[in-house]
């Protein structure tokens, strides 16, 4: 996947644990740093104060709408991400999600590593 060791990665997961475990997993395969928030105002202040390589977004954060909201928002700054979610594993065409990675809880780390190496590629194609 390459060099993380100078990328930080954002998770957006209000349920603690599940971030603790994300986290933990992030760190696994070797992001410099993991910054959790559990909602899509600290998200946007995190992603505002230093540059994020790449975001986990839960689905399911507390208030209806905040998700996709804040996936409209990472999508306007630039910032790659994954969904992970317990409640979808695709998005219909002509959804603004669709073609978006997802990684269906519970997951498998091969699953979660294959789906940030994609947005990351994504991100280096579209920056060359």
């Not at 603690?16 to 986290?23: K, V």
């Not at 399911?60 to 999508?75: H, I, M, N, Q």
């Amino acid at each position: 996947m390459g060099r993380l060791d100078k990328l930080t990665a954002l998770v957006i997961e209000d349920q603690y644990l599940i971030a603790l475990d994300l986290e933990g997993h992030l760190q696994g395969l070797g992001f410099g740093a993991v910054r959790l928030t559990g909602s899509a105002v600290e998200a946007m202040a995190v992603a505002q104060a230093e540059p994020v390589a790449v975001a986990l977004l839960d689905l399911g954060l507390t208030e209806p709408g905040e998700s996709e909201a804040l996936a409209r928002w990472l999508t306007g700054r630039g910032i790659p991400f994954v969904i992970v979610t317990g409640f979808a594993d695709t998005f219909d065409h002509g959804h603004p999600l669709h073609g978006v990675p997802v990684v269906r809880k519970p997951f498998g780390i091969g699953q979660l590593e294959a789906a940030i190496a994609a947005v990351l590629e994504g991100r280096r194609k579209a920056s060359a």
